[in-house]
């Protein structure tokens, strides 16, 4: 099972593990009882196009019927879709169940808030206790909920594609990767009068053409599509698209901390100033870039629930993570991959420049990540605050230097603690990156 964070059975991002031996029909069952039992009402359901997605779906939705709560059945969906169709409707939650970017044998099961926004580590907890306990509302038997179905993906597509205007046709080669991005993302592109170059936008849950997560090493197709279909960009989504990554116009993929800092500077600029919210663990890119535009950045622990609470809760312009997941508060504060694309169009068609341009303002950082064993995390964690009290500990310990900085985290799920160095040379990346290792090793 994917713990760590809440609990035993809930990891950073819901229930996860693999379909039908890890995760199974009955966990799915007691999980519907659970989100019936916590957020009784009309609960939203979706599922991405994993094989075992419809057997999870179908289980999670007989659970919540049993607690007395309809259930709206939205079909195959990006978790961004779902998200926005509870926000959008009377809907007392959602669940969808997604693995994300895992492998195909991966399955999982999250939930989400009445407002759109996925469950915070304190509500996983409160299921985790409730699936625990096993005491369940249990409704007469002519009480128990009905499924109903609905568009929840004409909502979202309209939604998105209304959220911008384009002054020109833009040339866009999309990778779905078979996921369920398949069945919004070239739909919202066309809506913006865009020519698609569609590659796996077929939906596919044995992912036969790449795995879910759209690392750089497997869009080798992609960035020939771009080049070869004269495409303005690239982009490819992971099996749920809420994350999206990107090709330049000239077939190179630009790293997911410049997407960051490009759409956060964007952000910044449109509001004259204001907050960017993002996991300790991104680049200084986005900090000298967010700054540079007269805004702030806060800093938060590594995982996006939290992040999309402290935006809300500081009312930030922006935020996201630096592996795609960017979060577009005037629309949705969770992670979105229709609107990323959106978006970033937006941003060319505005300024008129290329990817290539907009990545080239953004400041260059080498980054150095990797791991060291580590199997006392609380003493590492104590003795980090008494090696290092100025550094930032809001998630293990980083440390700040002029030219760089070095995060140590111990895992949540593994044991050992990971480090990330990133300096403006890739000499001094790999110096700070020593010093993080030599420093674990020094205390345990
Ligand atoms: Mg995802």
Redesign the pocket.
């Known amino acids: 099972m994917r713990a760590g964070g809440a609990g035993e059975l809930f990891g950073t991002n819901g229930v996860r593990g693999i379909a039908n031996s890890e995760l199974t029909a009955e966990m799915a069952l007691d999980l519907g009882r659970t989100i019936g039992s916590l957020r009784p009402g009309k609960i939203a359901i979706a599922c991405d196009t994993r094989i075992s997605s419809s057997m999870l779906k179908s289980a999670v939705s007989a659970g919540i019927m049993s607690t007395g709560s309809d259930v709206v059945d939205i079909g195959v969906a990006p978790?961004p879709a779902l998200q926005f169709y509870v926000k959008e409707t009377e809907c007392s939650a959602g669940v969808i169940v997604?693995a994300?970017?895992n492998p195909r044998e991966y399955n999982g099961i999250k939930f989400v808030q009445e407002n759109g926004v996925e469950f915070y580590r304190e509500m996983d907890e409160e299921s985790e206790r409730v699936y625990m306990s096993k005491k369940f509302r249990i409704a007469e038997w002519d009480k128990v909920g009905q499924l109903y179905r609905d568009d929840g993906l004409r909502r979202y597509i309209e939604a998105v594609a209304d959220s911008v205007e384009l002054d020109r046709k833009y040339r866009i080669a999309v990778d779905c990767g078979n996921g369920a991005g398949s069945f919004t993302t070239p739909e919202i592109l066309k809506r913006l009068d865009c020519d698609v170059y569609g590659i796996n936008c077929n939906p596919d849950g044995r992912f036969p053409a790449r795995n879910p997560e759209p690392v750089e090493e497997s869009l080798d197709l992609l960035k020939k599509a771009v080049v070869d279909f004269k495409a303005d960009i690239g982009v490819a989504h992971?099996?749920?698209?809420?994350?999206a990554v990107f090709v330049d116009e000239k077939g190179r993929f630009v790293n997911e901390d410049v997407m960051l800092a490009i759409m956060a500077k964007h952000y910044v600029e449109k509001s004259r100033g204001g907050l960017v919210v993002t996991p300790i663990s991104s680049s200084k890119c986005v900090e000298d870039a967010v700054k540079a535009a007269g805004g702030e950045i806060v800093y938060t622990p590594v995982g996006s629930p939290v992040v999309a609470k402290v935006m809300i809760e500081k009312n930030a312009v922006f935020g996201g993570e630096g592996n795609g997941?960017l979060i577009f508060p005037e629309h949705l504060v969770a992670?979105d991959?229709g609107m990323s694309v959106a978006k970033v169009l937006e941003l060319m068609d505005s300024t008129g420049k290329k990817l290539s341009e907009l990545a080239a303002e953004i400041p260059k950082y080498h980054i150095v990540k990797g791991k060291v064993e580590c199997r006392d995390k609380k003493r590492l964690l104590e003795e980090l605050k008494k090696e290092f009290p100025d550094a930032n500990h809001i998630d293990g310990a980083r440390i700040d230097f002029d030219d760089g900085w070095v995060l140590i985290r111990p895992s949540g799920t593994e044991p050992i603690a990971r480090i990330y160095a990133e300096g403006r040379t890739e000499e001094r990346a790999r110096e700070l990156y020593e010093f993080g290792v030599e420093a674990v090793k020094k205390i345990l």
């Open positions: 978790t997604t994300s970017h992971d099996g749920d698209a809420d994350r997941g992670r991959g």
